[in-house]
């Protein structure tokens, strides 16, 4: 038995977030037409609602999804994705990055890297992260890229 003063409580919330997070990657894997999960943490919000709101709108922009469906690491349509929300977004202090990889910092992107970058975006699981640099909150949410097999299924189904 697990009751809020057991030493297992910690432990038994670790596990189970740890599994309804992976359960959550394979709704997104197995998505219409999905060939890539694209995992996106937005850090340093000044605010939770913040960091939510910037990680939905990368995640939901079908720009950002369709670069990843054709293999272009393309900075600007995340960034542009982030500063559509509506927040004071200082684009100086944004960083971004894919797989550890930066690719974007002091309001510029970084060049140099696009041997690398073309290997992260053949893979089938691809880490985002998105540093704010106003604050210490953060959210990490799955998505997938947009395909031609998402099109082909959507446009022959019919109610």
Not at 27 to 47: H, N, P
Not at 118 to 145: P, Y
Request: include cysteine.
């Amino acid at each position: 038995e697990i009751t809020q003063r057991s030493k297992t409580l910690g432990c038994f919330g670790e596990m189970l977030s740890s599994l309804l997070s992976e359960l959550a990657r394979g709704l997104v894997r197995d998505g219409e037409g999905a060939t890539k999960v694209i995992e996106i943490t937005v850090e340093e919000a000044k605010t939770l609602r913040d960091a939510r709101r910037v990680a939905y709108a990368v995640a939901n922009s079908n720009l950002v999804k369709t670069a990843f469906f054709g293999g272009d690491p393309n900075w600007g349509r995340i960034i542009s994705a982030a500063g559509s929300v509506g927040i004071d977004l200082p684009v100086e202090q944004v960083r971004l990055s894919f797989e550890e990889v930066p690719i974007f910092a002091g309001g510029k992107g970084i060049c140099g890297r696009e041997e690398e970058l073309a290997g992260i975006m053949k893979q089938a699981e691809i880490r985002v992260r998105i540093g704010l640099g106003m604050g210490c909150r953060s959210w990490t949410v799955c998505t997938s890229d947009l395909s031609f097999d998402y099109v082909k299924i959507n446009a022959h189904y019919h109610t």
